[in-house]
């Protein structure tokens, strides 16, 4: 029987999940020898019109990484979905537009001006800016065209299944594997991680008080932050009550506090809006003088609180 | 109603401004009315769906400071809507879009006063749709797929 075919590609990725998938060490070697990699860009040599060759659904597993922000990336992920019978979104930027859809707070406008005309390192007289097409010495050159906003994988195909990460961890990717190889995967759509939340299986959960009250908020290189106390008792803003769990807590055991890479947990749409129920109620102030003092202590909300998943949050917006 | 008349979702508490009022005629002068058991009962989630589903503004109104029947789900009310304020603000969405008054209305007046004045600041501020921009269409939508499910 012919092996089924899988392909791994990255879209606006910077290469780290691709390692996660090396990270899976001799595992990847029994991987590769069960199923036949046909595209992987950062590992083999491939075509693309190889895989455009291919019948629908000929692929039975597209592992994508990385987010979508242009026409580039849009037309390999449709691509993949085509020929796929199982599309994976892998990694943050995948599942909810990662940290690069933090761009999302300013407009395309604003980072053209930037990069290309107002930051202080750039010199360019002529005020040129990329086009999608120019003409040069009589040939036509081209360049995918750059979208107005980042999207998650899910904003341009539809997605079968989630692994959040940033990168995801080998075991998850171990298992996501396993269940595509042994066709037990649960319902479509579903995340192949855990449902509950990070704090659920924090070590660091039994040391927080029962009654917790915030009176400041700190940021972590401000303070000497206890290695062993829950971060929201300490005042660090910890995204762990409104994070997915299954991470392994590579963040906590190195003493920094989640940043929320593993996106909402099961059923919730919006973690930031989530997150922002739970510190409410965890803040201790009486006067309208002390709320402000300490919404001043946060730096930069949205950014802090949508730092893997603006794309996919329900107020997407421009930056005023 | 015109078609430029601001979108108002109100929640209300229902032990504050509920059940001294008559709920019938009330209901009819303001559309969108939730009236809640508590407004401590309000998470963020509830308020941004509100904003996602086309309101222009969101009105809290809860019991008197320091007199919730549930103890202080007015106070946890009124830190949510504070901190989502500052999440809006960081978004480049007006904070006014999000009010919460304390308070009771007895005689059923006072509400389509605050909503009336709601009303008239948001017309100011314009529709939603222009300050959270890409917050109604999906990303789908907003790069123009053809093909894509």
Known sequence: ?320 | MTENKPKIVCFSCKFGWGYLTDEAILSKQIENWVPIICTGKIDTTHIMTAFKQGADGVLILACPEGDCHYQDGNFEAKKRVHLLGELLKSMGIEKGRIRIEFGTDPEGKRIPQIIKEMSQDLAKLGSSKTSTLAAKKPAKEMIKVKGGK
């Open chain 1, 1 to 320: 029987m012919a092996k089924p075919k899988v392909a791994i590609c990255w879209l606006g990725s910077c290469g780290g999940c691709d390692e996660a998938i090396v990270d899976i060490n001799e595992i990847l070697l029994s991987v590769a020898g069960a199923v036949d990699l046909v595209l992987w860009p950062v590992a083999l040599d491939y075509k693309y019109d190889s895989v455009k060759a291919m019948k629908h659904g000929e692929l039975a597993l597209s592992i994508i990484n990385g987010h979508v922000r242009n026409s580039e990336q849009k037309e390999i992920a449709e691509l993949l979905r085509e020929k796929s019978q199982i599309v994976l979104a892998f990694g943050a930027c995948a599942c909810f537009g990662g940290t690069p859809g933090l761009a999302n707070l300013i407009t395309k406008e604003d980072i053209f001006n930037w990069v290309y005309k107002n930051a202080p390192t750039v010199v360019n007289p002529k005020g040129n800016v990329p086009k999608t097409s120019t003409r040069l010495d009589g040939h036509d050159l081209t360049l995918p065209e750059i979208y107005e906003q980042v999207s998650a994988l899910n904003g341009v195909i539809d997605v079968d299944y989630y692994l959040p990460g940033c990168p995801p961890p080998p075991h998850l990717i171990i298992a996501a594997i396993s269940a595509v190889l042994e066709n037990k995967l649960p319902p479509k759509g579903s995340t192949l991680a855990p449902h509950r939340a990070l704090c659920d299986s924090c070590k660091r959960n039994k040391t927080k008080p029962e009654r917790m009250a915030i009176t400041d908020i700190k940021r972590i290189h401000e303070v000497e932050a206890s290695p062993d106390t829950c971060f929201l008792a300490q005042g660090i803003l910890c995204l762990g009550p409104a994070t997915r769990d299954g991470c392994g807590e590579s963040c906590i055991n190195i003493n920094i506090p989640c940043r929320g890479c593993f996106g909402p947990v099961e059923g919730v749409v919006d973690s930031g809006a989530k997150y922002i129920s739970a510190l409410a109620s965890i803040l201790d102030v009486q006067t309208d003088a002390d709320m402000n003092r300490i919404t001043d202590q946060i730096a930069d909300l949205a950014g802090y609180l949508y730092r893997f998943s603006l794309p996919t949050s329900i107020l997407k917006k421009k930056r005023g």
